[in-house]
């Protein structure tokens, strides 16, 4: 069965850093594609980065490039979103999501992905 569990979102003052983490069981994430979302209410779901288990490239949104960095630790099967510079337009539920069938360049459609978690709630204050 498996299973997704993401947590480590917080409230923070704009310019803070967070980081979330996301433990992934059964379920094989070697060279599978791995993603963060994130959605405010009444929006649509959106893509945030993605990576490649047991890889280094990664993609971000462009609302997030620079400030935020994905990374996948293989041997214990946690995918990570380091956050910085936050800024009030990133307040949002952010979601760990795996199980990815497609092409790269449909890593933000949500619908690629199989398995989620249930959300960690970051919100910054200005």
């Known amino acids: 069965q498996v299973q997704v569990v993401d947590s480590g979102g917080d409230s923070v003052q704009a310019g803070g850093s967070l980081r979330l983490s996301c433990v992934i069981s059964?379920?094989?994430?070697?060279?599978?594609?791995m993603g963060w979302f994130r959605q405010v209410p009444a929006k649509e779901r959106e893509g945030v980065a993605t990576i490649v288990g047991g890889s280094s490239v990664a993609y971000y949104a462009d609302s997030v490039r620079g400030r935020f960095t994905i990374s996948h630790d293989a041997t214990k099967n946690i995918l990570y979103l380091q956050m910085s510079g936050l800024t009030p337009e990133d307040t949002a539920m952010y979601y760990c999501a795996t199980g990815f069938s497609g092409s790269s360049s449909s890593w933000m459609k949500r619908l690629n992905y199989a398995h989620w978690g249930q959300g960690t709630q970051v919100t910054v204050s200005s």
């Open positions: 059964g379920f094989n994430t070697n060279v599978r594609r």
